[in-house]
């Protein structure tokens, strides 16, 4: 056998050895423990049969009345109810409520893993359960890169929340602004006609008020005065109320 073929006959048995390790990094033992699982709670949660309640480890799909909890809860009922899954308990057996904490396989497919390539769970890591840390976070940027699932639907609605609450803020500050102008316009229709009372009212007991000839020679200021009170108070009470200065 020439120097060339061992070089390459090794070059192919050390990618297989890698490929095996990573398909081992991925899910349980062919030979680990298998249960069937009897009811799913929701996305992360099922009962099976000897382990009782089962959490998946490091993965956190939608609370309920959260978006997209309806649809990780059926992922995980259409692939794991009724099934008889292998399971790797974690380093740390059980949580604060009780709960086995395991990643489960069916068919050599780690569900856990499939929650968030599928875009139906984020990542979750609470030591010392994280042995698959780093594939599950490739997993997530994978399906966040691809808009899967929740990256897709529940992102979007963000986005039209957010939408949503700018255009209420932009209506409150038109509404400040019109009331603002309001305001200003009934303050020159009062101040307009404190002006027009004072020009056309008689003053005193002199020579005017006695002849009288003050109001007439008054008659053609009022009468360029009334055309700019009546813009003033048609702006303030609109056009269609008639409007006596």
């Given at each position: 056998m020439?120097l060339?073929?061992?070089?390459v006959?090794g070059?192919?048995?050390?990618?297989s050895?890698?490929l095996a390790?990573c398909a081992?990094?991925?899910?349980?033992r062919e030979?680990?423990?298998?249960?069937?699982?009897t009811?799913?709670?929701d996305?992360d949660t099922v009962?099976?049969?000897?382990?009782?309640k089962?959490?998946?480890?490091?993965?956190n799909?939608p609370?309920?009345?959260?978006?997209?909890d309806?649809?990780?809860?059926?992922?995980t009922r259409?692939?794991l109810?009724?099934?008889?899954?292998q399971?790797?308990m974690?380093?740390e057996?059980k949580d604060?409520?009780?709960r086995?904490?395991?990643?489960?396989?069916?068919?050599g497919?780690?569900h856990?893993?499939a929650?968030?390539?599928?875009g139906y769970?984020?990542?979750?890591t609470?030591p010392?359960?994280?042995k698959?840390?780093?594939?599950f976070e490739?997993a997530e940027?994978e399906?966040k890169?691809?808009d899967?699932?929740?990256?897709?639907?529940?992102d979007?609605d963000a986005?039209r929340?957010?939408r949503?609450?700018?255009?209420?803020r932009?209506?409150?500050?038109?509404?400040?602004?019109l009331?603002a102008?309001?305001?200003r316009t009934a303050?020159r229709?009062?101040r307009?006609?404190?002006?027009?009372?004072?020009?056309?009212?008689?003053?005193?007991?002199?020579p005017?008020?006695?002849?009288?000839?003050?109001?007439?020679?008054l008659?053609?200021?009022?009468?360029e005065?009334?055309?700019?009170?009546r813009d003033?108070?048609?702006?303030?009470y609109?056009?269609g109320?008639r409007?006596?200065p």
């Amino acid at each position: 056998m020439t120097l060339r073929n061992r070089l390459v006959i090794g070059g192919v048995l050390l990618a297989s050895a890698g490929l095996a390790a990573c398909a081992g990094e991925d899910s349980p033992r062919e030979d680990a423990p298998g249960a069937r699982v009897t009811r799913v709670i929701d996305g992360d949660t099922v009962e099976m049969e000897r382990l009782g309640k089962v959490r998946l480890i490091g993965v956190n799909p939608p609370e309920k009345n959260r978006c997209y909890d309806d649809a990780a809860t059926r992922f995980t009922r259409d692939r794991l109810e009724g099934q008889v899954v292998q399971y790797e308990m974690g380093e740390e057996p059980k949580d604060r409520y009780d709960r086995a904490l395991a990643y489960l396989s069916r068919e050599g497919e780690m569900h856990n893993l499939a929650l968030l390539t599928e875009g139906y769970a984020k990542v979750l890591t609470i030591p010392p359960n994280d042995k698959y840390e780093e594939r599950f976070e490739q997993a997530e940027r994978e399906a966040k890169k691809a808009d899967s699932g929740l990256w897709d639907k529940c992102d979007r609605d963000a986005i039209r929340a957010r939408r949503a609450a700018a255009k209420r803020r932009k209506e409150k500050a038109e509404a400040k602004r019109l009331a603002a102008a309001e305001r200003r316009t009934a303050r020159r229709a009062r101040r307009a006609a404190r002006a027009l009372d004072e020009l056309t009212q008689p003053r005193g007991e002199g020579p005017c008020g006695i002849s009288g000839r003050c109001e007439d020679e008054l008659t053609q200021p009022r009468e360029e005065l009334e055309p700019l009170l009546r813009d003033l108070l048609r702006r303030r009470y609109g056009d269609g109320q008639r409007v006596d200065p």
